[in-house]
C-alpha cells in the first residue's frame, strides 16, 4: 500500500470526486458524491479500511444481498415492479448467488453477460446492476464490478401492433360484461394492464381517472377521459360485492395472466385480430392514437406515466406528425391574431 493518504477531493459537473492510489500504486478515481466532506468520509471509512484488509461491513452473499435490497424495494413499489425486478434477478442469483459481494469480478461477469440470450440480456444486466448499484451507496461495495463490463445497449425497439378504433370496439363486441368495457377505457385512457384491471369507483372522477400506478406502490396521476370512454364507463352496472370497476371471478383483482387466458384471447380470436395483439397493446394503441391527434409529447407522457425520452424511442414515428400537428396549430393561432390586429 503507498504512503499513508487521505485521498485528493476534486470538483464535477453533478457535485464533487476523490483521487487517490491502491494497494498497487495505481491511480484509482470515484465521483458522485455531494460533498467534500461525503467523498473524504467514503475514502475514510471505506476505501482505505479494504486497503488496509479491514472489512467496514459484513462479508455479503450476491444472494444475502439481494434479499435485503428486495425488502426494502417492496416497500417503495408496486408488487408488480418488485415481481419483475424478481424475474431478471433469478439469472444472475442462479450464477453468482453464493458469491461474495467483494469476490465478484468483473471479467467473470463479463463472460456470463455474453452468454446471455439477446433478447432479455438488457433487462437482465441492467437488474444486476441496480443491485450492486445499492451495494456501492450502502458501502458494501467500493465499486460496481458489474458496470466495468462495458456498456449495456438497450435492445433495438421492435414495430408494435398498434389497433385502430374500430378494432378496439370490435374487440370489445367480444367480450363479455363488464371487460368489454375495460376493452374501451384500456384503450382511450392508455392504461397499463395492470392500473386498468385495479381501477375502483372512486377513481372515476369528473372527466378523468386518478390512476394508482403499478410502478411505484403510493404514485397517483390523473388521465382525461375521452368521450368514448365515458360512454363506455356510464354503461356500467352498479355492484355492491366490488369496489372495483373490473373485478375477477372473486370480487378481488383479475390476476393479468388469467384474465389474458380466461377472456382476451378467445374474444381476440373471435374478433379475427392477430395473436401479436396483447392487453398492453391496448395502451400502446391510445398512445399512438393520442400522438396521431396532435396532444404534445409531454402530456402524453404525463397522462400514461411514462417519459419522453420513452416516447422518443418507441414512438419516433409519431412524434413527426405530433410536430407537424403543433406546426398548424401555431400557424393558424399566428393567422388568427392577424386577423384580429387587421380589424383593430
Not at 470538483?11 to 458524491?33: A, C, I, N, P, V
Not at 433478447?119 to 446492476?129: D, E, N, S, T
Not at 450502502?138 to 414495430?159: D, F, H, I, M, Q
Not at 367480450?175 to 374501451?184: E, H, L, N, Q, T
Request: with cysteine; net charge positive.
Amino acid at each position: 500500500m503507498p504512503a499513508d493518504q487521505h485521498g485528493q477531493p476534486y470538483r464535477t459537473q453533478k457535485g464533487w470526486g476523490l483521487r487517490w492510489y491502491d494497494e498497487h500504486g495505481r491511480r484509482r478515481r470515484r465521483s458522485g458524491f455531494e460533498s467534500r466532506s461525503a467523498a473524504l468520509a467514503w475514502y475514510r471509512d471505506v476505501e482505505r479500511k479494504r486497503m488496509l484488509g479491514q472489512s467496514p461491513v459484513e462479508p455479503l452473499t450476491l444472494r444475502e444481498f439481494s434479499d435485503r435490497y428486495l425488502e426494502r424495494y417492496e416497500a417503495m413499489r408496486s408488487p408488480v415492479s418488485v415481481q419483475t425486478l424478481r424475474w431478471r434477478l433469478a439469472r444472475p442469483l442462479a450464477e453468482f448467488g453464493d458469491v461474495k459481494l467483494s469476490e465478484l469480478r468483473t471479467g467473470e461477469l463479463a463472460t456470463w453477460e455474453a452468454s446471455l440470450p439477446s433478447r432479455f440480456r438488457y433487462a437482465v444486466v441492467r437488474a444486476l446492476r441496480q443491485v450492486l448499484d445499492a451495494a456501492v451507496q450502502w458501502e458494501y461495495l467500493a465499486r460496481n464490478p458489474a458496470k466495468a463490463t462495458g456498456s449495456n445497449p438497450a435492445p433495438s425497439v421492435l414495430e408494435r401492433v398498434a389497433l385502430e378504433p374500430a378494432d378496439v370496439e370490435k374487440l370489445a363486441g367480444e367480450m363479455r360484461s363488464p371487460y368489454d368495457v375495460a376493452i374501451v377505457v384500456g384503450a382511450w385512457c392508455f392504461l397499463r394492464p395492470a392500473e386498468l384491471l385495479s381501477l375502483e369507483r372512486r377513481d372515476v372522477g369528473e372527466g378523468v381517472l386518478n390512476v394508482r400506478g403499478t410502478k411505484t406502490a403510493r404514485s397517483l396521476r390523473t388521465v382525461p377521459v375521452p368521450l368514448r370512454a365515458r360512454q363506455a364507463l356510464e354503461t356500467l352496472p352498479l355492484r355492491i360485492d366490488s369496489r372495483l370497476l373490473f373485478p375477477g371471478p372473486s370480487g378481488a383483482v383479475y390476476d393479468l395472466r388469467n384474465f389474458r387466458r380466461r377472456e382476451f384471447e378467445w374474444a381476440r380470436e373471435a374478433a379475427g385480430i392477430d395473436e401479436s395483439v396483447t392487453p398492453y397493446t391496448l395502451r400502446h394503441s391510445g398512445i399512438s392514437w393520442a400522438l396521431a391527434a396532435g396532444v404534445p409529447p409531454s402530456d402524453v407522457a404525463r397522462f400514461g406515466g411514462t417519459s419522453v425520452t420513452m416516447l422518443e424511442r418507441v414512438y419516433a414515428h409519431l412524434l413527426e406528425s405530433s410536430a407537424e400537428a403543433a406546426r398548424q396549430r401555431l400557424d393558424a393561432f399566428s393567422e388568427r391574431l392577424g386577423q384580429e390586429r387587421a380589424t383593430k
